[in-house]
C-alpha cells in the first residue's frame, strides 16, 4: 500500500509556476527522498502534503485520507521535522517533551511514560534533566525526532534531519530512522546524502526529471564502467581485442569497459570473455555516485563542494 499518492499536482505563486503537475507514490514502511536545486519546488511540496498551504490542482491522499478534503485526518497520521531545532533552548529534554505531550492532550501519567519511553529509545535518558544549553547537535536533532514522534506518526515528514551532524551523529541518526521504517513508520525527507532513500525523486523546474532506486538513477548517467583485471599482459591483451572501445592500463593489468551498471551488460562481459577463452583474475563495477546524477539532471555546475551542498539543500 501507499502511504502518499500524488497526482497531476500544481501550484504557483503569481507567475511563478513552482510545481507543474507532479505524480508519484511513496510505499509505506519505506523512505522516500526528494532532491532538486534550490527553487525546485521540494519546500512547496512538503508544505502540501503537510496541510500548511493549499494546492491549486491535482490529488493527494496522505495516510489513506485524501488532503483537501479532510486536512485534519492527515495531521493526525503525520509528524514533521524541520532542519532548525524547534525545541525551548530554556528547558531540558524532558521538559521539551512534556510540553508536547500536553499539546497533544496526553494525561499526565501517560504524558510521562510516553516521555520516558521516547528519552529511553532516543538514547537520551541520561541528559533527560540537562539544559538544552549542554546539548551537542546531535542530541539537539535526536529530541527534534523525539518531538514528532510524541504523536505515534505513520508517516514522518523530515527536512535535512542529519545536516550539519558529524559522522557518528549522523549514522546515530539513521540508525533511529531505519529502526521507525523497520516498524513500519514511513519517511519522507529531503536530504544532501543521497544514498539514505529507498527510493528518490529529483525535481527541477516544477516537475520530475528521474524517480527511482539509487542504483536505477545512476545507470541513467553515463559513465559507469566494468574493470576488469588480469594476472598477465597476455590475457589483458586479448580481452582488449575482444573490447575495442575499452581504456587499458598495462602497468596495473586492468581493463575498463564501458557499462551501464546493469546484470544484463555484466552478463554479457563475462559471456563474450568466455567465448574468446579469456581468463579474469578479478572485477569491479563503477558506476556514477548520486552527486553525478544529480548534477547531470538539473544542468547544475560542480565549481565546489559548497555549491553542491548548497543546491542539494
Keep these: 500500500m501507499n502511504a502518499i499518492s500524488v497526482r497531476g499536482l500544481r501550484k504557483s505563486f503569481g ?26 519546488g521540494k519546500t512547496t511540496t512538503i508544505q502540501i502534503l ?17 488532503l483537501a478534503r479532510d486536512p485534519e485526518a ?17 528547558l531540558t529534554g524532558e521538559e521539551n517533551l512534556m510540553l508536547m505531550a500536553d499539546l497533544r492532550h496526553f494525561g499526565k501519567t501517560e504524558g510521562r511514560r510516553r516521555t520516558a519511553e521516547l528519552l529511553e529509545r532516543l538514547d537520551l535518558a541520561d541528559a533527560a534533566k540537562q539544559p538544552l544549553a549542554t546539548y551537542s547537535g546531535g542530541m539537539r536533532r535526536r529530541l527534534d525526532l523525539a518531538m514528532t514522534l510524541v504523536g505515534d506518526p505513520r508517516i514522518i515528514f523530515l527536512d ?21 521504517v523497520a516498524d513500519g513508520v514511513t519517511i519522507f525527507l529531503t536530504t544532501q546524502y543521497l544514498e539514505e532513500a529507498d527510493r528518490l525523486a529529483v525535481l527541477d523546474h516544477g516537475r520530475f526529471v528521474a524517480e527511482g532506486t539509487p542504483a536505477e538513477l545512476k545507470r541513467l548517467v553515463p559513465g559507469g564502467h ?11 591483451e586479448a580481452a582488449a581485442g575482444v573490447f575495442a572501445e575499452s ?11 564501458p ?25 569491479s563495477l563503477h558506476t556514477p555516485d548520486l552527486d553525478d546524477v544529480f548534477l547531470a539532471l538539473t544542468g547544475q555546475v560542480d565549481r565546489a563542494g559548497a555549491d553542491r551542498e548548497q543546491a542539494l539543500r
Design 247 to 257: 581504456a587499458r592500463d598495462d602497468e596495473a593489468l586492468t581493463l575498463q569497459v
Design 15 to 40: 507567475d511563478d509556476l513552482v510545481l507543474d503537475g507532479i505524480d508519484f507514490d511513496v510505499a509505506e514502511g519505506t523512505v522516500y527522498a526528494l532532491l532538486g536545486p534550490n527553487r525546485a
Design 50 to 66: 503537510t496541510t500548511l498551504i493549499g494546492s491549486d490542482g491535482g490529488s493527494v491522499q496522505v495516510g489513506g485520507h485524501d
Design 160 to 180: 535535512e534531519p542529519t545536516a550539519g551532524l558529524d559522522l557518528r551523529s549522523r549514522r546515530t541518526m539513521w540508525a533511529i530512522v531505519r529502526e521507525l
Design 226 to 236: 566494468i574493470v576488469l583485471e588480469f594476472g598477465e599482459a597476455d590475457g589483458l
Design 74 to 90: 492527515v495531521r493526525s497520521v503525520i509528524g514533521v521535522t524541520g532542519q532548525f531545532s524547534a525545541v525551548d533552548t530554556w
Design 259 to 283: 557499462s551501464d551498471g546493469g546484470v544484463r551488460h555484466l552478463r554479457e562481459v563475462l559471456d563474450r570473455l568466455d567465448a574468446a577463452t579469456v581468463r579474469v583474475e578479478g572485477l
